[in-house]
């Protein structure tokens, strides 16, 4: 079974991502970053279930609603590790660097 870590800068997009919604609804907005912390878990069984994406590495969708999220992670074989690196909404045009 492979560990999942986060990066600094994915677990400040999962911040982000609490705080926007927080501000209409802060119930939602702990449901929504459980839904992704939860989805991400998957990763710790199948770390090749995402889609592969530029220079190796992979996007989890994580479905909600009408849109969504992305994780984007690398997949470290050798040490058996998912390195997420962001978190965006399936609406941000990209992940920003």
Known sequence: MAQVK??????????????????ADPQRAAHIVTLITGAVEMLLDHPLIGRKVERGLRELVISHGRTGFLA???FRRADDLVLILSVRSQREAGYSS
């Open 72 to 74: 984007l992670y690398r």
């Open 6 to 23: 986060y990066t600094p800068r994915a677990w400040r997009d999962l911040e982000r991502i609490f705080e926007f919604h927080a501000a």
